[in-house]
Every structure is written in structure tokens, then in C-alpha cells.
């Protein structure tokens, strides 16, 4: 369980790792986009909801 509903990733995203120093194949390699995406401010939390559907939207705008 995790209190995060999700995440909004962007193009900014990677960039606020580097400037905060985090070295983001060190997460990816560890599987804890949780903490880097914690840590850049882009998790999208909202507590406990007891739920685990793992569903997965992708919105690709150009």
C-alpha cells in the first residue's frame, strides 16, 4: 500500500531531479520511482485508499 494515488510527470520532471542531485537510473535501477518522484514534488498524494487496481494512464501531448 502507498499513500500516492499517482504522479504527473512532465519535461520538467528530470530536470528538478538533477538540480535537487538525485541521479535517477539509481532509482530506476532500485525500482523507487516512489522516492524520485517524492522528492521532485510530483506524486499526487492522497492517504490511504485501500485499493490496488494498478491501472495506468499515458497522456501524450504534443
Not at 535517477?24 to 485501500?50: A, E, H, V, W
Amino acid at each position: 500500500p502507498t499513500d500516492a494515488a499517482g504522479a504527473i510527470v512532465d519535461e520538467h520532471t528530470l530536470n528538478a531531479g538533477l538540480k535537487k542531485g538525485l541521479n535517477i537510473n539509481d532509482f530506476l535501477r532500485n525500482n523507487d520511482s516512489y522516492n524520485f518522484l517524492k522528492r521532485t514534488g510530483n506524486l499526487l498524494t492522497t492517504g490511504q485508499l485501500n485499493t490496488n487496481v494498478m491501472d495506468m494512464v499515458i497522456i501524450l501531448q504534443k
